[in-house]
T-cell receptor, first 114, second 112 residues
Framework: GENVEQHPSTLSVQEGDSAVIKCTYSDSASNYFPWYKQELGKRPQLIIDIRSNVGEKKDQRIAVTLNKTAKHFSLHITETQPEDSAVYFC?????????????FGKGTKLSVKP | NAGVTQTPKFQVLKTGQSMTLQCAQD?????MYWYRQDPGMGLRLIYYSASEGTTDKGEVPNGYNVSRLNKREFSLRLESAAPSQTSVYFC???????????FGPGTRLTVT
């Protein structure tokens, strides 16, 4: 089955710097890659996602890139702000077939220092 | 729309006690899920229901049972709670295709 590895497990940056979180997946048939943000004590919430037919997607300060050949995808946050501090989870799934469940990475705790 | 709701928010059980966690969604989603979240372990799938009337095991099903009561509701039962089941439990639902998966607010369960 699918396995998702996420690095780093913790990341500390200064306000205004960029942050990059990387994930690798094992199932070459996976075709959907969402990123979730979880603030302390709250539920995970989707911040951006990408399908396998797209190499990059951007939404304001957040972008995701996908390299299908290498089976890895990354979350990029530019101009970080203290409110970006949270745990971020990547996930992978093979939607459209019988195995449509999201498999999550173990998370990255991002701390943005003012 | 309330989205995905869960009850209770907090629960303390003694070893061997049983309880049922309730989940409901009002988005007419076919698929529903139960996850547990432990420090450093991410979100691990316990059981899922791809449609009303079907349920399947996920990554960590031992010690749990589920019921898809109808399209809206999906419950998780612990028959004989163990300290290893101390965790935060999230219910989630998703529509069809490449649609977003929505999470409930979570239930924090402690088994002593």
């Amino acid at each position: 089955g699918e396995n998702v590895e996420q690095h780093p497990s913790t990341l500390s940056v200064q306000e205004g710097d960029s942050a990059v979180i990387k994930c690798t997946y094992s199932d070459s048939a996976s075709n959907y890659f969402p990123w979730y943000k979880q603030e302390l004590g709250k539920r995970p919430q989707l911040i951006i996602d990408i399908r396998s037919n797209v190499g990059e997607k951007k939404d304001q300060r957040i972008a995701v890139t996908l390299n299908k050949t290498a089976k890895h995808f990354s979350l990029h946050i530019t101009e970080t702000q203290p409110e970006d501090s949270a745990v971020y989870f990547c996930a992978a799934s093979r939607y459209g077939g019988s195995q449509g469940n999201l498999i999550f990475g173990k998370g990255t705790k991002l701390s943005v220092k003012p | 729309n309330a989205g995905v709701t869960q009850t209770p928010k907090f629960q303390v059980l003694k070893t061997g006690q049983s309880m049922t966690l309730q989940c409901a969604q009002d988005m007419n989603h076919n698929s529903m899920y139960w996850y547990r979240q432990d420090p450093g372990m991410g979100l691990r799938l316990i059981y899922y229901s791809a449609s009303e009337g079907t349920t399947d095991k996920g990554e960590v099903p031992n010690g749990y049972n589920v019921s898809r009561l109808n399209k809206r509701e999906f419950s998780l039962r612990l028959e004989s709670a163990a300290p290893s089941q101390t965790s935060v439990y999230f219910c989630a639902s998703r529509g069809s295709g490449f649609s977003e998966q929505y999470f409930g607010p979570g239930t924090r369960l402690t088994v002593t």
